[in-house]
């Protein structure tokens, strides 16, 4: 699967943002999701996951209440919407895809067997 990343910009603390993650090849509901994010001199950080019917969903506590992962499988397109930004928020945005069906250890980027290109936010205080 290629996944392609787009939505981020330059926005305001406080201000909302949606991004999405546009999925060709193999089909998209065959795939569990995830968001991960990147600032600079830091770790892959785990942001949220959701399963493959968008029934189930998991977040990273430093977002948990602000963002919001879904997925249109009929469109292929997976989306986080990330309310009351904060200058530390501020990072490069991926998405993920896991094809497998093992269960736990969803916070490691090793789970997540494709990648996008990464989409920049800034979140200016």
């Known amino acids: 699967v290629q996944l392609q990343a787009s939505g981020g910009g330059l926005v305001q603390a406080g201000d909302s943002l949606r991004l999405s993650c546009a999925a060709s090849?193999?089909?998209?509901?065959?795939?569990?999701m995830g968001w991960f994010r990147q600032a600079p001199g830091k770790e892959r950080e785990f942001v949220a996951r959701?399963?493959?019917?968008?029934?189930?969903?998991y977040y990273g506590d430093s977002v948990k209440g602000r963002f919001t992962i879904s997925r249109d499988n009929a469109k292929s397109t997976l989306y986080l919407q990330m309310s009351s930004l904060k200058p530390e928020d501020t990072a490069v945005y991926y998405c993920a895809a896991d094809p497998t069906y093992i269960s736990g250890n969803y916070h490691s980027p090793g789970r997540y067997a494709y990648w996008g290109q990464g989409t920049q936010v800034t979140v200016s205080s």
């Open positions: 959701i399963n493959r019917s968008g029934g189930a969903t």
């Open positions: 090849g193999r089909t998209f509901s065959t795939y569990a």
